[in-house]
Structure formats: C-alpha cells, structure tokens
C-alpha cells in the first residue's frame, strides 16, 4: 500500500476524530448539540466543522483538491471561530489536534513502508495551512473590531444629537 492509499484508508476515522476534538473546544453543554444535531442551518457550527475537516484532511493528505476549495472551506470555519469567545489560541490552535491524530493513525504505518518522507510533507501541509487560518483569522477579527468600532461611533453620535435637543429644549429655541 502506498502513502496515498494509507491516507484514503485512515480519512473517516482521522476526520471523525478531529472534529470531536474540534468539540471538545466548546463548552460542555453545547457539545452534546454538536453531535446529535444534524441539521446544516439549525447546527451551522457542526457543518462547518464536518466540511473544514474533510477539506483540511484532503489537503494534508495531498489530494487533488482545489485551492479555492481548501480557501473557502477554511475561510468559514475560522471567522466562525473568530467572532466566538475563543483566545486566538483557542480559535486555531484546533488545526494542531490533527497531528497526534495524524502520528498515531498514519505515521507507523507510512514508517513501515518506508514513506516517511510522505508523512512530513502531510505535517508541512498541515502547518502551511494553519498559516492561512492565522491570516484569516487575523483579517476576520480586524473586520470585527473595524464594526464595533462603527457601531461605537454611531452610537456616540446619536447621544450627542439627543444630547443637543433636550439642550435645546422643546421648542428649538433657547
């Protein structure tokens, strides 16, 4: 069996593993809904999960996968996790709970066949991609504060007008 075909054998079960890990970055009472909710609008958070998962894993794994795919993919599941309450740590430190999955599941195997180079390149992969999420994540907070701020803004300026009528009284005259 060669590296390609050991990663095919082992997706399911290394995708189902990371998005429980995944879950398990969440509050105890909101992991039970991820799991047993399946619906894509009622549980957006679970789908988003399940299809980075799926995408990150094809990429790691060296798939024929579009970029644009992989960029769309994880472009949603981490502003997802960047307007949550989540450290910046928290938020992309996930992708990094793919690699004891990834040296548990694949590495012995692609070492016993002699493939340990196929096995880093996977880790550069994954790495390089954990690199994008950071500048998504970046760009999706940056848009974030740039919105409170307006929002902050917005606010203060209506005070103000407020402010300025009962100044003026009621009948707009002093």
């Not at 609008?41 to 644009?68: C, R, S, W």
């Not at 990094?96 to 066949?113: C, F, G, H, S, T």
């Not at 998504?136 to 902050?152: C, F, N, Q």
């Amino acid at each position: 069996m060669n590296a390609q075909e050991i990663f095919r054998s082992r997706k399911n079960d290394v995708v189902r593993l990371w998005t429980e890990a995944v879950y398990s970055t969440y509050p105890f009472e909101t992991t039970g809904f991820l799991r047993t909710k399946q619906d894509a609008f009622g549980n957006p958070v679970a789908n988003m999960t399940k299809e980075a998962a799926g995408t990150l894993y094809d990429a790691v794994a060296g798939e024929e996968v579009e970029v644009a795919t992989v960029k769309n993919a994880l472009e949603r599941f981490v502003k997802l996790r960047a307007v949550q309450t989540f450290t910046p740590s928290q938020g992309l430190g996930v992708f990094y709970l793919m690699k004891p999955l990834l040296r548990e599941r694949i590495l012995p195997e692609l070492a016993e066949q002699g493939e340990l180079d196929a096995y880093l390149t996977a880790e550069s992969r994954l790495d390089s991609l954990a690199l994008l999420a950071f500048d998504i994540y970046t760009a999706a907070r940056e848009t974030l504060a740039e919105s409170r701020i307006k929002e902050i803004r917005n606010q203060y300026a209506q005070l103000a007008r407020w402010a300025q009528t009962l100044e003026e009284g009621p009948s707009g005259a002093r």
